[in-house]
């Protein structure tokens, strides 16, 4: 069955320390891969997304995520985290064909401390 | 200019009752979304629309009907609500057709069922 696994469900991080929030994906084919951070009370909104081609993308907020193909991984990035970065961040993944339907993975809690 | 917009914001109202939360996007898409997210944060795909049609139909309770006028609105009927309904419900549009499958979402609607 498809599946998408974020193994941390929570990290804190220490404001201006480096952040790497993990995603791995199990599909039968490589989907297209996105990036959500969801603030309290707030929706979702899109970080960054892969499709294909160059496997290190940018994204808003000063985020970026590499696609590996061998290890079926879609990592987030962010060199110095600021306190604003406190938040709920989700990877998900669709297929490329049919109904292009969404799998999110159970989200990672970021916390930052100041 | 609110792209995804849900109405209301928060409902409360108990069991048995009948309640409508409505969505409306005007990014011109033509696929929009309903989403339930628990108190765990896990988001799942219950339903999606595509110019009126509907694609994803999720193991959701009959009681949960949606309803699509025209492809700028969705709206999610719930009949003779139960505890467990409790939850925030998110509704997402994208252009999936022109290759935008990227998902851009409303604010939520927090429903507690007493």
Redesign the interface.
């Known amino acids: 069955a498809q599946s998408v696994t974020q193994p941390d469900i929570h990290i804190t991080v220490s404001e201006g320390a480096s952040l790497e929030l993990r995603c791995n994906y199990s599909y039968g084919a490589t989907p297209y891969l996105f990036w959500y951070v969801q603030s309290p009370g707030q929706g979702l909104q899109l970080l960054l997304k892969y499709f294909s081609g160059d496997t290190l993308v940018q994204g808003i907020k000063g985020f970026e995520a590499e696609f590996k193909r061998s290890q079926s991984s879609f990592n987030l990035r962010k060199p110095s985290v600021h306190w604003s970065d406190a938040a709920e961040y989700f990877c998900a993944a669709c297929t490329t064909s049919g109904t292009y339907k969404y799998i999110f993975g159970t989200g990672t809690r970021l916390k930052v401390l100041a | 200019d609110t792209a995804?917009s849900q109405t209301p914001k928060y409902l409360v109202t108990q069991m048995g009752n009948d309640k409508s939360i409505k969505c409306e996007q005007n990014l011109g898409h033509d696929?929009m979304?309903w989403y339930k997210q628990d108190s765990?944060?896990?988001?799942?795909?219950m339903f999606?629309y595509n110019n009126k049609e509907l694609?994803?139909n999720e193991t959701v309770p009959n009681r949960f009907s949606p309803k699509s006028p025209d492809k700028a609105h969705l709206n999610l009927h719930i009949n003779s609500l139960e505890l467990g309904d409790s939850a925030v419900y998110?509704c997402?549009s994208?252009q999936?057709f022109r290759g935008g499958?990227?998902?851009?979402?409303?604010?939520?609607t927090r429903l507690t069922v007493t």
């Not at chain 2, 765990?40 to 795909?45: D, G, R």
């Not at chain 2, 499958?101 to 939520?108: D, H, V």
């Open positions: 995804v696929t979304y765990k944060k896990f988001l799942k795909i999606s694609i994803i998110f997402a994208s999936v499958y990227e998902q851009y979402f409303g604010p939520g």
